[in-house]
């Protein structure tokens, strides 16, 4: 039995362990059954959080096993940030996932992709646009990355396999809890269609709220660009064009009905400017080969506000984040706010430029 691999997966199961912790562990640690036979004193001096320590030195080893027995089974990967298959542009971001999970085809994760994202509650129209741009975009033989959300994302990887080509899902859940359960079908035909669905959570990590910004900058940084269409000022497809941006990828906006609130977020991007897409030449004329060997141009895009402008419970909250991540349970306690009202919060103030998001916390920019 690979040992290196036990240690390395109760280490991803441990609390308040996130990409960076993992990273720095592993750097430091060859071997990480010496982390695990280290001493109280010696994990203290590493800077680890208590319930951190108190897993290292008793893991909850059925956990683990559940989790080899899952990568035993046919077409179950662990991808870690130091193998060969590991997607060149995600390891390019600057806050990689360490690992991940994958079921299916993990080739095509260094496919040319595009990301399409949008709104959960979509028109008619928008899942029309999603079906046609995903099935334009596959004949060309770009993998289609999406989240498998309910609306835009179903529609974009239902339009890649139409045309029968490949499609990445990227989950805000553990990839033995599809998040929704609606799509427990779509999931069998991404994977029954060469594709794949990959997640850097723990197998049996429920949709938690907090799970999906993260979740966001993977999808942005496994694409050359992503394409919004249809999503709110609010919708978290901001944040993934935030990302986008950050990544030096390209960001792509289809307009609408200015009568159609599910426009504003598409109008905002373009305003500050994103590509306007009407057609898939839009989208061809911006991605080419050249773009697989270069580093995409620099647009700045939802630029930060003064904090003047912030409500009391977004200043509130702001003032308890810090320069060196914070985890959320200690922004619940230090703001005394609810947990739905700190989690709200939180994605305006990413999507507005004041913080940042990593695997266990919140960071100012």
Not at 206 to 219: E, H, S
Not at 244 to 261: K, M
Not at 287 to 316: F, Q, T, V, W, Y
């Amino acid at each position: 039995m690979n040992q290196h691999l036990n240690y390395l997966l109760a280490l991803h199961y441990a609390p308040r362990v996130g990409s960076q912790t993992l990273l720095s562990l592993s750097s430091q640690f060859k071997n990480l059954e010496e982390l695990f036979q280290a001493s109280n004193s010696q994990l203290k001096f590493l800077k680890l959080e208590e319930e951190t320590i108190a897993w290292i030195k008793n893991p909850n080893w059925s956990c683990i096993e559940k989790e080899l027995e899952w990568l035993g089974e046919k077409n179950h990967h662990l991808v870690t940030f130091n193998d060969p298959n590991y997607p060149q542009f995600l390891k390019e971001i600057s806050s990689p996932p360490f690992l991940f999970f994958a079921s299916g085809n993990v080739d095509i994760l260094n496919n040319p992709a595009i990301a399409v994202v949008g709104s959960r509650n979509p028109t008619s129209s928008g899942l029309e646009l999603a079906d046609y741009f995903a099935q334009e975009l596959a004949a060309k033989d770009f993998a289609i990355i999406s989240g498998m959300a309910l609306g835009i994302d179903g529609a974009a990887h239902r339009g890649a396999l139409k045309a029968k080509g490949k499609t990445v899902a990227v989950l805000g859940s553990g990839l033995k809890n599809i998040y929704p359960a609606s799509h427990q079908k779509l999931f069998g035909s991404i994977l029954e269609n060469d594709g794949t669905v990959i997640s850097e959570f723990p197998l049996d990590t429920p949709p938690l709220k907090q799970n999906f910004p993260m979740r966001n900058r993977v999808i942005s940084g496994l694409s050359l660009g992503v394409l919004i269409i249809e999503a709110s000022l609010k919708s978290g497809s901001l944040i993934t064009a935030k990302y986008a941006l950050n990544q030096n990828r390209e960001v792509f906006a289809v307009p609408g009905s200015i009568r159609n609130p599910l426009s504003t977020g598409p109008h905002y991007l373009i305003q500050q400017g994103a590509k306007l897409v009407t057609c898939i030449e839009d989208i061809l004329e911006e991605i080419n080969p050249a773009l697989l060997a270069s580093s995409l141009p620099i647009k700045k895009i939802i630029p930060a506000k003064s904090e003047e402008k912030l409500d009391l419970d977004h200043r509130k909250l702001l003032n308890c984040i810090e320069y060196e991540l914070t985890a959320i349970d200690q922004l619940i306690e230090r703001s005394g706010l609810t947990a739905e009202k700190v989690t709200a919060i939180l994605i305006t103030l990413e999507l507005e430029g004041y913080i940042q998001t990593a695997m266990n916390g919140y960071s100012r920019v």
